[in-house]
């Protein structure tokens, strides 16, 4: 089993930064890549970005250029650093991970509780 749990989220004013973290425990060995999704009031969960195993990155095009997805392999955590954060930014954001199953397929093994995002000034 893995779980997952997110921190970092808070109150920051448009233009701002701010760094999330997501730790992972249990079976760390079986995950193929972790991501970050978010969902905001009202709206579908979206893709926010996702890292592989190997450190290929992957950003939504909402994201794309203003925030970086990091791993720290002695921690078992990945990080997404956000910049020039906006208000449309605001959300819960989830942490995920996932495995490659037998059938060669992707197979999502945990969630995050989530952390708040709110960007106002």
């Known amino acids: 089993q893995v779980q997952l749990v997110e921190s970092g989220g808070g109150l920051v004013q448009p233009g701002g930064s701010l760094r999330l973290s997501c730790a992972a425990s249990?079976?760390?060995?079986?995950?193929?890549?972790m991501g970050w999704y978010r969902q905001a009031p009202g709206k579908q969960r979206e893709l926010v970005a996702t890292r592989t195993s190997d450190g290929s990155a992957n950003y939504s095009d909402s994201v794309k250029g203003r925030s970086t997805i990091s791993r720290d392999n002695a921690k078992n955590t990945v990080y997404l650093q956000m910049n020039s954060l906006k208000p449309e930014d605001t959300a819960v954001y989830y942490c995920?991970?996932?495995?490659?199953?037998?059938?060669?397929?992707?197979?999502?093994?945990?969630w995050g509780q989530g952390t708040q995002v709110t960007v106002s000034s």
């Open positions: 995920n991970a996932v495995k490659i199953n037998t059938g060669r397929s992707i197979e999502t093994v945990a």
């Open positions: 249990g079976s760390i060995f079986s995950i193929y890549a």
